[in-house]
C-alpha cells in the first residue's frame, strides 16, 4: 500500500513570496490532516478535513494561511504571504475515519525555510 | 491551559536496557493516548494507542501504561536496541479536540 505523498521536499523563500504544497493522502482515506511542525516541538494541528469539508481549522493563520481538498482526495495548503517564522516543516496526514482511535499516517512533510 | 510534558529532551540508555518515557499532561482530560516515532527527516510513525479506561497495552517489546489518576503515561522498550534510537512523541486526543502532541524526546541507545 502506497503511503501519503507529499511535495516537494524542501523549498526555500523570501518573506512576503508565498508558497503551496501538495499532499496525497492514502487511497480510500476519508481524514486529511495538515500539521505544522516546528524544529524542537511536536507537530500542531493546522486543519483537518472530513472528505472535502473542513472540520477544524481553529489553528489555522486565516490571514494567510489557506487550505483545500479538491473531490475529497488531493490537498493543497498555500501561505501568502510567508513571513519568516512559518519556517518549518508541513506535515500531511491521513486516516480511514477521523473518529479518535483511528490512527493516523503521516507523509515524509515538507521543509520550509523563509529567508 | 493545557500542558504536555515529556520527561526529557533526550534520553540515552545502554542497549539491551530497558527505556522508560514519561508523557505528563495538565488541564487535559484526554480519552485516547498514542506513542509516536519520529526519525530525522521522516514524518511521525503510530505505534500504540490507549484508551481511559485501559491501564496497559503491550505490542511486542512495546508496553504503554495511562494512570488517568496520576495524569501520566509511561512508555517503555525493553531489550532496547540501537535501532530504537529516534524521538518518541506522545500525543493526546479527547472527543472533541484534535489530536495533541507533546514535544518529544529523544532516545539514543548506545551499543
Known amino acids: 500500500e502506497a503511503g501519503v505523498a507529499q511535495s516537494p521536499r524542501y523549498k526555500i523563500i523570501e518573506k512576503r513570496q508565498s508558497v503551496a504544497f501538495w499532499c496525497n493522502p492514502i487511497s480510500g482515506h476519508a481524514t486529511l490532516y495538515w500539521y505544522q511542525q516546528i524544529l524542537g516541538q511536536g507537530p500542531k494541528l493546522l486543519i483537518q478535513?472530513?472528505?472535502?469539508?473542513?472540520?477544524?481549522d481553529s489553528q489555522l493563520p486565516k490571514d494567510r494561511f489557506s487550505a483545500e481538498r479538491l473531490k475529497g482526495v488531493d490537498s493543497t495548503l498555500k501561505i501568502q504571504p510567508a513571513k519568516l517564522e512559518d519556517s518549518a516543516v508541513y506535515l500531511c496526514?491521513?486516516?480511514?475515519?477521523?473518529?479518535?482511535?483511528?490512527?493516523?499516517?503521516f507523509g515524509p512533510g515538507t521543509r520550509l525555510t523563509v529567508t | 491551559s493545557q500542558k504536555i510534558e515529556q520527561n526529557s529532551e533526550a534520553l540515552n540508555i545502554q542497549e539491551g536496557k530497558t527505556a522508560t518515557l514519561t508523557c505528563n499532561y495538565t488541564?487535559?482530560?484526554?480519552?485516547?493516548l498514542q506513542w509516536y516515532r519520529q526519525d530525522p527527516g521522516r514524518g511521525p510513525v503510530f505505534l500504540l494507542l490507549?484508551?481511559?479506561?485501559?491501564k496497559e497495552k503491550r505490542k511486542e517489546r512495546l508496553k504503554v501504561t495511562f494512570d488517568t489518576t496520576l495524569k501520566q503515561s509511561l512508555f517503555h522498550i525493553t531489550a532496547s536496541q540501537p535501532a530504537d534510537s529516534a524521538t518518541y512523541l506522545c500525543a493526546l486526543l479527547s472527543g472533541n479536540t484534535p489530536l495533541v502532541f507533546g514535544k518529544g524526546t529523544r532516545l539514543s541507545v548506545i551499543a
Open positions: 490507549i484508551r481511559e479506561n485501559e
Open positions: 478535513f472530513q472528505n472535502n469539508g473542513v472540520v477544524d
Open positions: 496526514a491521513s486516516s480511514l475515519d477521523g473518529a479518535p482511535g483511528y490512527e493516523q499516517y
Open positions: 488541564n487535559y482530560s484526554p480519552a485516547y
